[in-house]
């Protein structure tokens, strides 16, 4: 895994299809001391998962082409992701949504709009458990 | 004479036989009268029948019922009347030597002859319940027009022979105004119909309108509220005094928004019947005390007491605890908007198997003819536009969605310029 990376820190993935909620990923995590690689899209997403291992993914719900569910479903079917510790970002605090969420194999969820700071803490927590 | 004959007797016998030749007389003259009585009683007798007779042939003839008799095993016409000849436009003369499936059209002929002749109906009997739908039953006049009769019959005996007597009324017009109105109804339901799948149409629009519409509002706020909180976190740069004091007010106004979005997606849901709770063991006080403790800096702003006035125990109920939070921080966020000077009480009791909360507030007050309105979305009270007071309307609307939800009741009692109460009633939980 290229996760562990000494002063680096670890590497998480975030994506989102709208540029300025990923933006506000992307500059909460760097400035919490990951490194984060940035998807646009599920496929992307999906592919980079596989090409980089990273620690953790951060991924959106609503996403066009494949979507957060899905990529989730697909990292649970390879080995190599099959652990991948995942955060899903629903637009919706609705339990059907937290229930998709958890039912497609994500470890958590967090309803838009959400706070970095929570967003945080819940990514330290994720990687405090699978380490 | 024969007496005169025998002289040697003459005296005697021939006074007893004149005398037994009167008697004989008298007698037969005895009965002539009576015969004649009884011929002029016959005579009279004949005369009444004769009347009678004349009497029911006119009933007959003269019915403005059009009627005809036929004779069972043949079919032939025996008797018409007047108004049937009349109507049908053929002479009584013609009709007497026609049977009656010439008064149907050709292509039923085959269909009732063998109805007539083997399956036609004994005794009374009204057209329709003898297998023959009104519809199918039809005449048709010398001109060829066609028209749909309603026939009700009998049997009789017509000198011996088997006869059934028909009254017929011609329905034709009574069929065209059913089928109209039927004709109506039918274009009215496909109206209705139709009308109520745009209501429907509308109706999804509105939903899949308010639902994008909250969705797509989320994600910008999400980027709004999140740069806000690292903003003010200082990460990116020390904040002065003033732009921390501006930036607050900026989230402030996010928060307001993002509420709004949430009731709106809120009333979305619920009209469309899908409020889900997530219903739990609820304890009110610890309820009311938290939305209190929460209001408390708004009403402390405009320095209203808002205080939890009077509590009695009450048992837990079964609820949201997040949706009732919800619905009592409306009514009281409501209180406190409406209210100027004063204080706005919250209680708890218990009335039978309820839990009651009420929160009176001595504000504005609502006229009286808008309370119906009150409990309706996007309503604005006369008062809370006149004082500008600041809201969408949906507060009320929300909190009732939510009780309702709960199998709670929400009323309200106000008087312009004196206040406004609410109360909720919820019930308490029943074991099992």
Redesign the interface.
């Not at chain 2, 009374?124 to 039953?137: C, E, K, L």
């Not at chain 2, 028909?166 to 039927?182: L, Q």
């Given at each position: 895994m290229e996760a562990v990376a000494g002063d680096q820190g670890l590497l998480v993935l975030a994506a989102d299809d709208?540029e300025?909620?990923l933006?506000?990923v992307v500059?909460?995590l760097e400035?919490s001391g990951y490194r984060v690689i940035a998807a646009h899209d599920g496929e992307e997403a999906l592919t980079l998962a596989l090409a980089r291992r990273p620690a953790l993914a951060v991924l959106d719900v609503?996403m066009p082409g494949l979507n957060g569910y899905e990529v989730t479903r697909l990292l649970r079917s390879y080995d190599a992701t099959r652990a991948l510790p995942i955060i899903l970002l629903t637009?919706?605090?609705?339990?059907?949504d937290s229930e998709r969420a958890l039912d497609a194999g994500a470890d958590e969820y967090l309803a838009?709009?959400?706070?970095?700071?929570q967003l945080r803490s819940r990514v330290e927590a994720l990687l405090a458990r699978a380490a | 004479m024969s007496a005169e004959e025998k002289p040697h007797a003459w005296a005697a016998p021939a006074t007893s036989d004149r005398d037994r030749l009167q008697v004989v007389n008298n007698r037969l003259t005895a009965k002539i009268a009576k015969l004649e009585k009884l011929n002029a009683r016959l005579e009279r007798m004949h005369h009444a029948l004769r009347a009678s007779e004349r009497q029911f042939r006119l009933l007959f003839e003269q019915n403005p019922q059009p009627m005809l008799v036929y004779e069972q095993a043949t079919l032939q016409i025996v008797a018409a009347n007047y108004v049937l000849a009349e109507s049908y436009g053929y002479t009584k003369q013609e009709l007497l030597s026609m049977r009656i499936v010439d008064l149907v059209p050709a292509e039923d002929v085959e269909l009732l002859t063998a109805f007539f002749l083997t399956a036609a109906p004994t005794g009374p009997w009204i057209g329709g319940s003898d297998g023959f739908a009104d519809r199918t039953r039809r005449h048709q006049h010398k001109d060829g027009t066609v028209i749909d009769v309603e026939v009700a019959g009998d049997s009789l005996t017509v000198a011996g022979v088997s006869c059934r007597v028909w009254a017929v009324t011609d329905i034709t017009e009574r069929n065209r105004a059913e089928a109209e109105r039927m004709a109506l109804a039918e274009q009215l339901a496909v109206e209705l119909m139709g009308q109520n799948e745009r209501l429907r149409a509308i109706d999804e629009l509105k939903d899949q309108f308010v639902s994008v519409v909250s969705h797509e509002l989320r994600t910008p706020l999400t980027a709004i509220r999140g740069y806000l909180e690292i903003v003010l976190g200082g990460e990116p740069g020390p904040v002065t005094a003033e732009q921390q004091r501006c930036l607050e007010i900026v989230d402030a106004s996010c928060k307001q928004l993002l509420r709004v979005v949430s009731d709106l997606l809120l009333i979305g849901k619920s009209e469309a019947g899908q409020l889900a709770l997530e219903i739990a063991e609820v304890d009110l006080s610890a309820l009311l005390a938290e939305c209190i403790a929460a209001a408390k800096p708004s009403a402390d702003a405009k320095l209203i007491d808002l205080r939890l006035a009077g509590e009695r125990a009450v048992g837990p109920i079964a609820g949201d605890y997040g949706r009732l939070s919800q619905a009592v921080a409306n009514i009281i966020s409501n209180a406190i908007k409406f209210t100027e000077v004063g204080h706005v009480d919250v209680r708890l009791h218990a009335e039978l198997e309820w839990a009651v909360v009420e929160i009176a507030d001595t504000g504005v007050g609502v006229p009286a003819g808008e309370v119906d309105h009150l409990f309706m979305p996007f309503f604005r009270a006369s008062t809370a536009t006149r004082e500008a007071i600041p809201g969408v309307g949906l507060g009320l609307s929300i909190a009732k969605e939510i009780i309702d939800a709960h199998g709670g009741r929400i009323s309200l009692k106000t008087e312009e310029g004196s206040g406004t109460s609410i109360r909720v009633a919820l019930p308490v939980a029943v074991a099992g």
């Amino acid at each position: 895994m290229e996760a562990v990376a000494g002063d680096q820190g670890l590497l998480v993935l975030a994506a989102d299809d709208d540029e300025i909620v990923l933006g506000l990923v992307v500059y909460r995590l760097e400035h919490s001391g990951y490194r984060v690689i940035a998807a646009h899209d599920g496929e992307e997403a999906l592919t980079l998962a596989l090409a980089r291992r990273p620690a953790l993914a951060v991924l959106d719900v609503m996403m066009p082409g494949l979507n957060g569910y899905e990529v989730t479903r697909l990292l649970r079917s390879y080995d190599a992701t099959r652990a991948l510790p995942i955060i899903l970002l629903t637009a919706r605090a609705e339990d059907a949504d937290s229930e998709r969420a958890l039912d497609a194999g994500a470890d958590e969820y967090l309803a838009k709009p959400f706070s970095p700071e929570q967003l945080r803490s819940r990514v330290e927590a994720l990687l405090a458990r699978a380490a | 004479m024969s007496a005169e004959e025998k002289p040697h007797a003459w005296a005697a016998p021939a006074t007893s036989d004149r005398d037994r030749l009167q008697v004989v007389n008298n007698r037969l003259t005895a009965k002539i009268a009576k015969l004649e009585k009884l011929n002029a009683r016959l005579e009279r007798m004949h005369h009444a029948l004769r009347a009678s007779e004349r009497q029911f042939r006119l009933l007959f003839e003269q019915n403005p019922q059009p009627m005809l008799v036929y004779e069972q095993a043949t079919l032939q016409i025996v008797a018409a009347n007047y108004v049937l000849a009349e109507s049908y436009g053929y002479t009584k003369q013609e009709l007497l030597s026609m049977r009656i499936v010439d008064l149907v059209p050709a292509e039923d002929v085959e269909l009732l002859t063998a109805f007539f002749l083997t399956a036609a109906p004994t005794g009374p009997w009204i057209g329709g319940s003898d297998g023959f739908a009104d519809r199918t039953r039809r005449h048709q006049h010398k001109d060829g027009t066609v028209i749909d009769v309603e026939v009700a019959g009998d049997s009789l005996t017509v000198a011996g022979v088997s006869c059934r007597v028909w009254a017929v009324t011609d329905i034709t017009e009574r069929n065209r105004a059913e089928a109209e109105r039927m004709a109506l109804a039918e274009q009215l339901a496909v109206e209705l119909m139709g009308q109520n799948e745009r209501l429907r149409a509308i109706d999804e629009l509105k939903d899949q309108f308010v639902s994008v519409v909250s969705h797509e509002l989320r994600t910008p706020l999400t980027a709004i509220r999140g740069y806000l909180e690292i903003v003010l976190g200082g990460e990116p740069g020390p904040v002065t005094a003033e732009q921390q004091r501006c930036l607050e007010i900026v989230d402030a106004s996010c928060k307001q928004l993002l509420r709004v979005v949430s009731d709106l997606l809120l009333i979305g849901k619920s009209e469309a019947g899908q409020l889900a709770l997530e219903i739990a063991e609820v304890d009110l006080s610890a309820l009311l005390a938290e939305c209190i403790a929460a209001a408390k800096p708004s009403a402390d702003a405009k320095l209203i007491d808002l205080r939890l006035a009077g509590e009695r125990a009450v048992g837990p109920i079964a609820g949201d605890y997040g949706r009732l939070s919800q619905a009592v921080a409306n009514i009281i966020s409501n209180a406190i908007k409406f209210t100027e000077v004063g204080h706005v009480d919250v209680r708890l009791h218990a009335e039978l198997e309820w839990a009651v909360v009420e929160i009176a507030d001595t504000g504005v007050g609502v006229p009286a003819g808008e309370v119906d309105h009150l409990f309706m979305p996007f309503f604005r009270a006369s008062t809370a536009t006149r004082e500008a007071i600041p809201g969408v309307g949906l507060g009320l609307s929300i909190a009732k969605e939510i009780i309702d939800a709960h199998g709670g009741r929400i009323s309200l009692k106000t008087e312009e310029g004196s206040g406004t109460s609410i109360r909720v009633a919820l019930p308490v939980a029943v074991a099992g």
